[in-house]
């Protein structure tokens, strides 16, 4: 990835991320290129602690790794 985020401004789609938080310009970018989705429900959860599996996700898109059907962590369902 060679995006950076210099002095542009992201907008975040996420109903829970408030344009005026220390955070949403971060999650603003991470968000236009792929690297994190969100919930189903329209939020992102700002506040919330994050999974595993939930990080290994985001670092594999930031990374652009190949996706496996391989589960590596035997403590994660498929």
Same mark, same amino acid.
């Given at each position: 990835?060679?995006?950076?985020?210099? /002095?542009?401004? @992201? /907008? %975040? %789609?996420?109903? /829970?991320?408030?344009?005026?938080?220390? @955070?949403?310009?971060?999650?603003? !970018?991470? $968000?236009? @290129? +792929?690297?994190? +989705?969100? @919930? $189903? =429900?329209?939020? !992102?959860?700002?506040d919330a602690a994050i999974t595993r599996a939930e990080f290994a996700t985001m670092a594999s898109r930031f990374d652009k790794l190949e996706?496996? /059907?391989?589960?590596?962590?035997? =403590?994660?369902?498929?």
């Amino acid at each position: 990835m060679n995006e950076k985020m210099g /002095d542009g401004s @992201y /907008d %975040s %789609s996420f109903n /829970d991320v408030k344009a005026g938080a220390w @955070y949403a310009n971060y999650i603003g !970018f991470m $968000e236009e @290129y +792929n690297i994190i +989705n969100g @919930y $189903e =429900d329209g939020t !992102f959860r700002p506040d919330a602690a994050i999974t595993r599996a939930e990080f290994a996700t985001m670092a594999s898109r930031f990374d652009k790794l190949e996706k496996t /059907d391989k589960n590596v962590f035997t =403590d994660v369902a498929a």
